[in-house]
């Protein structure tokens, strides 16, 4: 995988076996054995370590100790059952039994049609769920069938949506389904009697979406990016975006992250001093890890900074040098998307339109089994469960985050009857920001009819709603256990 983070994180072994202790006693079952990974891992590295008792150094001196007491759980159980507060405090780490789908999903690449969706409650009876299109991936399944940003959906192979089935009808493993788009009726769609076939295949999505600059009037030329992942291997492609925006002399800048469920901490410091430039080598952000890690490690490690070039590419990065900029904003803004607007509220004006976001400011790394907890470690076991605990709350300069998510200053939700289409101005959040920039009037003229989203066709994604970094694969054994 790709590094994530400008300042590497040295992978400790604070309470670790040594490579020949971490071997399997002869009578080690597979799901012992993944019992005994996710135990170490979250004892090295879990943000709450010292908070959960089964967690603590002292907890168990033998490793069949820790077989027999996790005998009876499944890999899944384990590490849920040493989550802080799972639901309410943490309620962000994950396992997968597939560590191959989770890296294909932050190089953006996941079994998808290329419909982007969110789900909504219909207004009479809520029970009853309808779908609405976000926007499609271009030359995806979704494209080819003839989706497109707006559409309105209330059936699947026929059935009615409801919240109880919607997990089954869209989220299954079947690869192939029809879709029964309807007529938004003021929150109670009537179906129109048009049906759309859809078949899920790897695709792969390219978040610099729209790059354009609008010219409003004679001195104000607004530059515009949708931006829907912090994706890595994309970071590039960002760039160019604002290469472009730098050629087109703009006035103001609007970053669409309506979508933007986060990503790459990485590449948020990319996109900070895109925006910026000005304060190159300036502090951005900073981590805070449990206290084995900060006791073990540097504390200029925790620093990053904003940056002047591309790390893997050696590219100079395209920087704006604006003193504002301009957010668009929904409650499935996460994370790093979040970060950025953190890390920027410190330097320059920060203004948001949209609804308040998700408010995530911890972040994971993905820990594998194998004596240094990376994909290419000594001794990688053979299954392919892998883990994303959260290992690190993050903040700004001044020491703040917004762990109950940031509230713009025009609350505007989505119309679910007038979409518009996006980078134009028939889209109403963004005609909304655009007068904001040229007015400066926070109020609005009228009332988004505003109905409850209960899921999104991100948001069951591995890589959903995440703040991710990575650590040099350089072990550091400082005690051995279980000998």
């Not at 001195?219 to 590039?236: A, E, H």
């Not at 304060?279 to 990053?304: C, E, H, P, T, Y």
């Amino acid at each position: 995988m790709k590094k994530y983070i400008h300042i590497k994180i040295i992978a400790l072994f604070l309470v670790l076996m040594s490579a020949s202790c971490t071997k399997s006693e002869p009578n080690a079952s597979e799901n012992d054995e993944i019992n005994l990974f996710v135990w170490r891992g979250l004892n090295t590295y879990y943000l709450w370590q010292k908070e959960v008792p089964d967690l603590a150094d002292s907890r168990f001196t033998t490793k069949g100790q820790i077989y027999s007491y996790f005998s009876n759980f499944s890999p899944k159980g384990t590490f849920e059952s040493l989550l802080y507060q799972k639901g309410t405090v943490d309620r962000f780490s994950w396992i997968v039994d597939d560590y191959v789908a989770l890296e294909n999903s932050f190089q953006g690449v996941t079994l998808s049609t290329g419909m982007e969706f969110g789900l909504v409650r219909f207004l009479g009876t809520p029970s009853n769920v309808f779908g609405y299109v976000r926007y499609v991936v271009p030359n995806s399944p979704a494209a080819t069938a003839g989706v497109t940003r707006g559409m309105i959906f209330s059936k699947v192979d026929g059935t009615q949506i409801t919240d109880s089935n919607f997990r089954d009808l869209l989220f299954s493993s079947a690869t192939n389904f029809s879709i029964d788009l309807a007529n938004y009726n003021a929150g109670n769609p009537i179906s129109n009697g048009t049906s759309l076939n859809l078949t899920k295949t790897q695709v792969q999505e390219n978040p610099v979406a729209i790059t354009k600059v609008l010219d409003i009037d004679p001195t104000t030329k607004v530059g515009y990016l949708l931006y829907n992942g912090f994706v890595s291997n994309y970071d590039s492609q960002l760039n160019a975006a604002f290469a472009t925006l730098q050629s087109g002399n703009i006035t103001d800048l609007i970053i669409d992250l309506r979508y933007n469920g986060g990503g790459s901490v990485q590449t948020a410091t990319y996109l900070a001093s895109m925006i910026t430039g000005q304060f190159g080598g300036q502090l951005f952000s900073k981590q805070v890890w449990n206290d084995k890690v900060a006791a073990a490690v540097s504390a200029d490690r925790f620093i990053n900074n904003f940056p002047t070039q591309i790390s893997a590419t050696n590219e100079a990065i395209n920087s704006l040098q604006m003193p504002r900029v301009y957010f668009i904003v929904s409650k499935n803004s996460a994370s790093a998307s979040e970060l950025v607007i953190n890390g920027l509220n410190a330097y320059i004006d920060v203004k948001l339109v949209g609804k308040t976001t998700y408010g995530k400011h911890v972040g994971s790394i993905t820990l594998y089994d194998s004596d240094d907890f990376t994909r290419n470690g000594a001794n990688l076991n053979s299954h392919t469960w892998a883990m994303q605990p959260i290992v690190l709350e993050i903040k700004n300069k001044n020491d703040q985050n917004a762990p109950q998510g940031f509230t713009p200053e025009i609350d505007i939700a989505e119309d679910y009857g007038n979409m518009g289409v996006l980078g134009e101005l028939s889209d109403p959040l963004l005609a909304r920001t655009i007068t904001y920039i040229t007015t400066g009037a926070r109020f609005s003229s009228s009332k988004t009819q505003e109905l409850e989203e209960i899921s999104n066709s991100k948001i069951v994604l591995p890589t959903s709603n995440n703040m991710y970094v990575d650590f040099d694969k350089t072990p550091k054994t400082t005690k051995k256990m279980f000998q």
